[in-house]
């Protein structure tokens, strides 16, 4: 059979060596097979050509004739654009381009006739088109009518021609020479069950779509069978970890449970809190070995939950022990779970890159003997040298900071892997933590502790400053401490930012009668521990720092967060620096601060920021308008996030559907024998070999 993944792209007629490297090079294009997967990413209705009259700012993409009367360049900097003035004679459009001037000037000329394509957008009375598709009317296949691919380029592929018509000519090609249809890439059972296209029907149409309805189902097809292979690959993967290990079983709920819960719980647990632990105790009883992804937000309790869950390991024989991200957090849970388990005979210890020499020893030879309980660390604790008597949990919190091969080493401290909770307060969407976690069971703590007042959020812009300091120095008048949290940004880079050494230095003058401590990522350790001390105990009223506060970091009576350069921040960093606030009994101020001219994306983000404290509704929200790729975590996780097609801000429901459709395959074959199936554990071999990130997870 004509198999094109072993079909070299150059061979194509009108590709030939030079083009085939600019589709290497650009796009990662190699075979006929990589061209025939490049998708458009949008189509034009060509059919339809719109008058000027007609816009009235709701639309898509549309399409216009008309000619440009004059250009025109304004405003400076970064807002400095080339304005084409087009008309069709029923009105005028702006054609904004902000990017290229240079290239675009004298590439079009006035009185000439144009087809335009683009988004309008309609702003104080006058219609613009941001970065229009400008076409001559002669070169535009009019006869082609219908919907139309267009695909993505790059600059460097449109200098040596390769734009959008170029590959719409190869794919023509590509798909004039396919003569048989290819191998189907899902089973007859599911394309008949989920009335789904065929695989070279759904290919051709998502090229050249037939019409509407076709296209629809095409991208439907293949969207289905994207997202398909991605749970399918995790689903099989959860499955045959269930069947490969058993669990330990945890039956007692013992003394050290309830005494703690009887004598030293210094505050009733919240409903959520509740129904999470019996959760964890349902798992750890199940004779399967737990493996349950912990979301809740800032300041909600996970810690205690956490720590309960290793009493009952302990009651029951076991050690157990948690992860932190960094040195500064694992102190805090430190001090935190001794304080909550004072009086206790329980032996806690801590573990990390400084604690050294005969500490270590004696730490280490404690946990091999079993006299040491619980352990607390940062990854120190899963380095080779550590044993344990009897591993039983293990607690990972502020998970995305650790790798999916990180996770898997903590297994090999046991014959039989421990149980494993991971604790996030980054909130994920559920549809990415399908994707992300879809091996891990879910748990949501959806409540924060009572009494806790919303933190007020508020948007300033530089040239309050003043009154901000005003309100800050009234703060520290009453007792409260403050952060300032500068942007991350090497020393280098743009002289306008304000970084950490300047800031700091201003924030001295202004507040000569503070103590005043600063924080950042390069520090030695140590440093950065003595400073954080500084403003724990409150000797210290204001902390300056950068974004290494960001995670986790319990300081109660500070009231402010004081977020420089704000638009310089993503929403879901935004959120996480806000929760380091707000977890005293006083009211708590967010206060981000920026410059007046801010893009449309910057100004939603802040105003997401004031309307809401919801973590979640942040991570939707931050989802949709970044994408997946690079919400935080994304990158480490070891799952595949080149989706071509399918898009899981958009595509949840699908999403859902479609794990539901693999889980049924799974369960229904779980050793893969069923002849069936036979396609879709051959496809989701080719899938895996070829995709570094799948390999990863198993
Ligand atoms: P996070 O989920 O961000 O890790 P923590 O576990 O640090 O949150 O808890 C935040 C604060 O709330 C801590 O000071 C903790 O003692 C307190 N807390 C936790 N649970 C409760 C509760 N049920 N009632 C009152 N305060 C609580
Ligand atoms: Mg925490």
């Not at 198999?3 to 090079?25: F, M, S, W």
């Not at 904004?96 to 240079?102: A, E, H, L, S, Y």
């Not at 956490?306 to 805090?332: F, H, K, R, V």
């Not at 440093?527 to 290494?548: H, N, P, R």
Request: net charge neutral.
């Amino acid at each position: 059979m004509f198999d094109l993944t072993t079909q070299d792209i150059k061979y194509l007629p009108g590709v030939g060596p030079q083009r085939a490297v600019t589709l290497n090079k650009e796009l990662g294009i190699y075979t006929l097979h990589d061209l025939l997967y490049y998708f458009p990413y949008k189509y034009v209705d060509r059919s339809r050509i719109y008058s000027i009259r007609e816009i009235d700012g709701t639309m898509p993409y549309i399409q216009l004739k008309g000619e440009i009367r004059s250009f025109e360049l304004a405003g400076e900097g970064r807002q400095r654009r080339l304005i084409a003035h087009f008309t069709d004679g029923t009105g005028f459009v702006d054609l904004v381009w902000f990017q290229g001037i240079k290239f675009l000037t004298g590439k079009y000329k006035v009185h000439q006739e144009y087809i335009v394509f683009g988004r309008p957008t309609v702003f104080n009375g006058r219609i613009n088109i941001a970065h229009p598709d400008v076409d001559l009317v002669t070169e535009v296949r009019m006869d082609a009518m219908g919907l139309r691919p267009y695909y993505n380029t790059t600059e460097k592929m449109k200098r040596s021609f390769l734009n959008s018509n170029a590959i719409e000519k190869l794919m023509g090609t590509l798909i004039q020479q396919l003569h048989e249809p290819l191998p189907e890439t899902l089973s007859s059972e599911i394309l008949t069950e989920h009335h789904l296209m065929p695989l070279t029907e759904a290919l051709v149409n998502i090229h050249f779509p037939g019409n509407a309805d076709l296209l629809r189902k095409a991208q439907y097809r293949l969207k289905f069978e994207e997202l398909f292979y991605v749970q399918l690959n995790i689903l099989r993967y959860a499955s045959d970890r269930l069947r490969k290990y058993r669990g330990y079983i945890f039956r007692r709920i013992g003394d050290v449970f309830n005494t703690f819960y009887t004598r030293n719980l210094p505050f009733e647990l919240t409903g959520a809190q509740k129904r999470v632990l019996k959760e964890i105790r349902h798992d750890l009883g199940s004779g399967r070995q737990m493996n349950r992804l912990l979301q809740g937000d800032v300041g909600s309790g996970k810690t205690l939950v956490a720590l309960m869950s290793m009493l009952i390991a302990l009651d029951n024989g076991y050690q157990a022990c948690m992860m932190a991200p960094t040195e500064i957090l694992a102190n805090q849970h430190y001090e935190t779970i001794r304080a909550l388990l004072c009086g206790m005979d329980v032996q806690v210890e801590l573990l990390t890159g400084s604690i050294r020499g005969k500490r270590r020893e004696a730490i280490l030879q404690g946990l091999a003997s079993g006299e040491v309980k619980i352990l607390i660390g940062t990854h120190a604790v899963i380095e080779d040298t550590v044993g344990f008597a009897s591993l039983g949990l293990v607690v990972i919190d502020e998970q995305h900071r650790f790798g999916v091969a990180q996770r898997a080493r903590l297994w090999t401290k046991n014959e039989q892997p421990p149980h494993v909770l991971v604790m996030t307060a980054t909130p994920i969407p559920r549809t990415l933590a399908m994707t992300l976690y879809g091996d891990l069971d879910v748990s949501v703590i959806d409540e924060l502790p009572p009494g806790r007042k919303p933190i007020a959020t508020i948007h300033q812009f530089d040239n309050r400053r003043e009154c901000l300091y005003r309100f800050v120095r009234a703060q520290i008048a009453e007792g409260r401490q403050v952060y300032i949290v500068y942007p991350l940004i090497k020393e280098s880079e743009k002289i306008d930012l304000k970084n950490l050494e300047e800031g700091y230095l201003h924030v001295c003058e202004e507040f000569p009668d503070c103590r005043i401590c600063k924080v950042h990522g390069k520090m030695k350790p140590a440093e950065k521990d003595e400073q954080m001390q500084l403003f724990a105990s409150g000797e210290a009223q204001i902390m300056v720092a950068t974004t290494v506060i960001e995670v986790g970091v319990n300081v109660p009576n500070a009231s402010v967060m004081i977020i420089e350069n704000a638009e310089r921040f993503g929403l879901s960093q935004l959120h996480q620096l806000r929760g380091r606030v707000g977890r005293g009994a006083d009211q708590s101020y967010c206060i981000l601060m920026t410059g007046y001219k801010l893009a449309d994306d910057t100004r939603k983000r802040l105003e997401i920021m004031v309307r809401t404290n919801d973590g979640f509704e942040i991570a939707e929200a931050d989802l949709k308008l970044r994408g997946p790729g690079d919400l935080e975590g994304t990158q480490q996780s070891g799952v595949a996030f080149d989706l071509k097609i399918a898009d899981l801000a958009r595509d949840g429901q699908l999403l859902q559907y479609v794990r539901e459709v693999a889980q049924k395959v799974v369960d229904e074959d779980p050793e893969r024998k069923l002849s069936k199936n036979e396609i879709l554990w051959r496809q989701l071999k080719v899938l895996r070999k070829n995709n570094v990130n799948w390999a990863a997870i198993s």
